[in-house]
């Protein structure tokens, strides 16, 4: 299994540019998510998805999209870049947590860069 | 407003000694905690779990303990080795999926 994967590893923008993270899991996981790391933020939540056609907002979400067209596969878009965009983003995917010691797994994460 | 805080951005500590990681939470709800290690340039990797209805967890040298009335948890990693250099994240959840992230500690284990 491959696990998580994402990419681009790393990608400078210009403001007002769009582009897309892309994410994908191997493990037939229902949950998948994305978060932005920030210098003494921790990770937070930007969207979110508990399956194929069904997508929800996290604590971050303006100025990103998702869909979630099949379980593999769950892609951020950027729609018009802005400086404050600039962070390590990272895509997660689990089955339900529910207390059963099952945990998410993490990419290796996207360093996005907004000039 | 943050539910998660881990109010010691770094730690310090010999190897062989313990290292003890502080967290803090305000969401009475949430009733699965668990640790991340990550380090730079990776993605963050679990590393211990506790159910709320437990109090303490062990796996091999590291332990997390519970205190629900003070809304507490603690991470202990006994003995501290170099490797142990890292970020450790506390996270959170009440409803199965989403997680609540702190800011992150730093452990440092000097040799």
């Known amino acids: 299994n491959a696990g998580v994967t994402q990419t681009p590893k790393f990608q400078v923008l210009k403001t007002g540019q769009s582009m897309t993270l892309q994410c994908a899991q191997d493990m037939n996981h229902e949950y998948m998510s994305w978060y932005r790391q920030d210098p003494g933020m921790g990770l937070r939540l930007i969207h979110y998805s508990v399956g194929a056609g069904i997508t929800d907002q996290g604590e971050v979400p303006n100025g990103y999209n998702v869909s979630r067209s099949t379980t593999e596969d769950f892609p951020l878009r950027l729609l018009s870049a802005a400086p404050s965009q600039t962070s390590v983003y990272f895509c997660?995917?689990?089955?339900?947590?529910?207390?059963?010691?099952?945990?998410?797994?993490f990419g290796p994460g996207t360093r996005l860069t907004v000039l | 407003d943050q539910q998660v805080k881990q109010n010691s951005p770094s730690l310090s500590v010999q190897e062989g000694r313990i290292s003890i990681l502080n967290c803090d939470y305000t969401n009475s709800m949430f009733d699965y905690f668990l640790w991340y290690k990550k380090y730079p340039a990776e993605g963050p990797t679990f590393l211990i779990s506790?159910?709320?209805?437990?109090d303490k967890n062990e796996d091999g040298r590291f332990t997390v303990f519970l205190n629900k009335s003070a809304k507490h948890l603690s991470l202990h990693i006994v003995p501290s080795q170099p490797g142990d250099s890292a970020v450790y994240f506390c996270a959170a959840t009440r409803d199965d999926y989403k997680l609540s992230f702190g800011a992150g500690t730093t452990v440092t284990v000097r040799a």
């Open positions: 506790i159910s709320s209805i437990k």
């Open positions: 997660a995917s689990s089955t339900r947590l529910a207390g059963g010691g099952d945990t998410q797994y």
